[in-house]
């Protein structure tokens, strides 16, 4: 079946970094556009990054835009979301998904069929 584990959340301060992985199976992972997404305690899951399926493009929701970088390797069956200058506002959980469907950019969260369980990003202030 498919996996899709997200790694590499934790807890950071303000201003710092962090890398996450996040490790595909049981899929043709170079056939797929990867999003990742993040939600925060009582708030809707919103899009982050998306990057489609041979890496040639890729989208950033507003809030991602110039601190946040996607990146896959199809090699490694992974996409990467590199994440700089954190700001409290960025603690949520971070999901991949997978989707194969073409539109491009695929936004909406109802069209992604998988996701991982997830993985905690906490900025201190």
């Known amino acids: 079946q498919v996996q899709l584990v997200e790694s590499g959340g934790g807890l950071v301060q303000a201003g710092g970094s962090l890398r996450l992985s996040c490790a595909a199976s049981?899929?043709?992972?170079?056939?797929?556009?990867m999003g990742w997404f993040r939600q925060a305690p009582g708030k809707e899951r919103n899009i982050i990054a998306l990057?489609?399926?041979?890496?040639?493009?890729?989208y950033y929701g507003d809030s991602a835009k110039g601190r946040f970088t996607v990146s896959r390797d199809n090699a490694k069956n992974t996409v990467y979301l590199q994440m700089n200058s954190l700001e409290p506002e960025d603690t949520a959980a971070y999901y991949c998904?997978?989707?194969?469907?073409?539109?491009?950019?695929?936004?909406?969260?109802?069209?992604?069929?998988?996701w991982g369980q997830g993985t905690q990003v906490t900025v201190s202030s």
């Open positions: 998904a997978a989707t194969i469907r073409r539109s491009w950019p695929e936004r909406s969260r109802d069209e992604y069929p998988y």
């Open positions: 049981g899929l043709t992972f170079s056939l797929y556009t």
């Open positions: 990057i489609n399926y041979n890496g040639a493009l890729t």
